[in-house]
């Protein structure tokens, strides 16, 4: 059950957004659709929402064919980046919109916003306007708005793209609590793969059109199918012929059986994080190689700028050959 | 008169900085000491006069004046071709701002540019237009000179930008995803206009009514070539003004101006509740 698409394909003029999409979204999971701008998750999560058509392929929710099914009957909750907030209406109205649009009785929408303004912690902004309110919280109550309809799906376009960091990471945590609890099949697009990893159970990764690979967080960081997507997913860095990441890098000062040597020439500290670059001498390794790694593991290994080190993979390191 | 005194935004922002405890420093209270100045001999001071004229010959004129049933017919022809042509702008207008700025089609420059002509034309030059259009030597067999409907037929060609220039901004302003949103939670296409969109459109509809209502009952250039100010038919009360003014009788010309001054500060007030009450229905 849950989303089934189908041979869907959308071009604008002569861009072409979604190439052939197959794709089955489970049943009241967290499904993330990551990707670069512009690589056509977005319009993906329309056609699925109904506010764009495909032009060829069907979409299935909940085991029912709503291809050609209106956005107003798809019966989806759909938050946007910018909130799309009826700026008119008090919050409490915005949350109240599609259920008084479906003519419940009044005493039942008035329960049930109250009900969703506590979840969603905007109880004492009920007669708020959205303007007085901050972007997190404008984005709760776009949030409540979705879930009032008590949805099949929910889907988020960049739920948290507009929002600063602090408050990003927080709604991330927060929507993934919610989602234990309210058990929804919620879709959203990011193009921020911690956002990806952090929150989803199962993540789609989707460029140019394409659907690259599907996966758990776990298995797209250590089995990526494809060079887009190992270096997306994270930092990326080539050791010899091989792509790997910069922290699965064994760095000796004593010499030992290795890919590449060379001094550090590069020192870069963040926090509990050291990036070095170690230039190869071999001449046929030009670009310098990046290693990450601990503080302290740079004091027990006795580190500094200019040591001559000798670089290897680290035991059970993923990595792909160059292209 | 420009297009900026259009927005409502720009309305509402001066009211609530009016509400705030005065924070005049030196150079604002200069400011503010030449703008009340300007603002009062072009306007407080001439207006003042004409009340203070029409006062002058005590209720007698305003009864005598009102009394000319000549009179009283002009101005209930002008209130009632000004209050027609809004009812008809309000439409239009935000079906043209609509167009306008929602939908792509060759030629929008054009008509972007075309939709000020009305405004910016001298007012005799569009009777001029109109009166060889629909005139007694139409090209097109439709004459309406010297009937009701020629004053109809002016205001409405002198008041057609008003509506469209003061919705067009604020339609920008609305994202379409606010429309995605209502129509994802189910709101029909009428639903979402009656509940969403024209409810965001309320103040600024207003006030272009407001201009189009009182430029429709001070229009003077453009009807009088083509109505032909019949008496009882399609005399305007500017011409009735200008007509006692010829025979001179200031003050029966000021209780007329002063009747129209109210009737355009009555127009401002209820349209200004309207857009409030509606605004804030939700």
Redesign the interface.
């Known amino acids: 059950m849950g989303i089934e698409i189908s041979g869907v394909n959308k071009n604008f003029g002569d861009f072409v957004a979604l190439r052939d999409i197959d794709l089955t979204i489970p049943s009241g999971g967290l499904t993330a659709l990551l990707g670069p701008s512009g690589g056509g998750k977005s319009t993906l999560l329309r056609i699925i929402a109904g506010l764009e058509t495909s032009d060829s392929g069907t979409i299935e929710i909940e085991g029912q064919d709503t291809t050609r099914v209106p956005a107003q009957r798809r019966n989806v909750g759909f938050v946007f980046q910018h909130y799309a907030a009826f700026k008119h209406m008090s919050v409490a109205k915005n949350v109240a919109f599609g259920l008084e649009i479906r003519k419940r009785p009044k005493a039942e929408i008035k329960r049930r916003v109250d009900e969703l303004l506590e979840l969603v912690h905007l109880e004492q902004f009920a007669h708020r306007l959205p303007a007085q309110l901050s972007g997190g919280q404008r984005q709760r109550m776009a949030l409540a708005r979705a879930l009032a309809i008590e949805p099949s799906v929910l889907l988020l376009d960049e739920p948290f793209g507009a929002l600063d960091a602090k408050v990003r990471k927080e709604l991330r945590d927060w929507l993934r609590r919610l989602h234990d609890e309210v058990h929804v099949t919620t879709v959203f697009v990011t193009h921020d793969q911690e956002e990806a990893l952090e929150v989803a159970d199962s993540i789609v990764v989707i460029n140019d059109g394409r659907i690259e690979q599907i996966g758990t967080p776990d298995d797209l960081y250590d089995k990526p199918a494809s060079e887009f997507v190992l270096s997306f997913l994270g930092p990326v860095t080539t050791l010899g012929d091989k792509l790997i990441r910069p922290h699965d890098i064994e760095i000796s000062r004593l010499e030992q059986a290795a890919v590449v040597d060379g001094p550090i020439t590069r020192w870069t500290r963040i926090g509990f994080e050291i990036r070095l670059e170690v230039t190869p001498t071999d001449p046929r390794y030009t670009e310098p190689v990046q290693v990450t790694v601990t503080r302290s593991e740079a004091t027990a290994l006795d580190l500094h700028q200019g040591d001559h080190v000798w670089l290897r993979p680290s035991v059970g390191a993923q990595s792909l050959p160059t292209p | 008169m420009t297009i900026e005194q259009l927005d409502p935004a720009a309305t509402v922002r001066t009211r609530r900085r009016g509400r705030a405890r005065s924070t005049l420093d030196r150079p604002a209270a200069i400011g503010l000491g030449i703008g009340v100045t300007w603002f009062s001999i072009l306007v407080l001071i001439p207006l003042a006069l004409i009340v203070f004229q029409a006062a002058g010959g005590g209720w007698g004129v305003f009864a005598e004046t009102l009394g000319s049933s000549q009179t009283a017919a002009a101005i209930w022809l002008t209130v009632r071709q000004a209050l027609l042509v809004t009812a008809l702008n309000v439409v239009m207008g935000t079906l043209i701002a609509w167009v306008l700025v929602r939908d792509e089609f060759p030629g929008k420059r054009a008509l972007e540019i075309i939709i000020d002509i009305p405004f910016a034309l001298p007012t005799i030059v569009a009777g001029l237009v109109l009166l060889s259009l629909y005139g007694p030597a139409s090209p097109l067999g439709i004459d309406v000179s010297n009937t009701s409907h020629s004053v109809f037929l002016a205001l409405l060609f002198v008041t057609l930008p008003f509506v469209v220039r003061a919705v067009q901004p604020v339609l920008m302003e609305l994202?379409p995803?606010?429309e995605?949103?209502?129509?994802?939670?189910?709101?029909?296409t009428f639903?979402t206009w009656r509940?969403?969109i024209l409810?965001?459109l309320t103040p600024a509809i207003a006030a272009g009514a407001t201009l189009s209502f009182a430029r429709g009952i001070s229009e003077y250039g453009s009807l009088v070539l083509l109505s032909g100010n019949l008496p009882f038919e399609s005399e305007v009360a500017s011409v009735r003004i200008f007509t006692y003014i010829e025979n001179d009788n200031p003050a029966a010309a000021s209780a007329v101006a002063v009747i129209l001054l109210a009737v355009a500060l009555a127009a401002i007030i209820t349209l200004n509740l309207i857009s409030r009450r509606v605004?804030?229905r939700?």
Do not use: I, K, N, Y
């Not at chain 2, 949103?181 to 189910?186: D, E, F, R, T």
């Open positions: 994202e995803e606010v995605e949103a209502a129509a994802s939670l189910g709101a029909s639903t509940r969403v409810p965001s605004a804030r939700d």
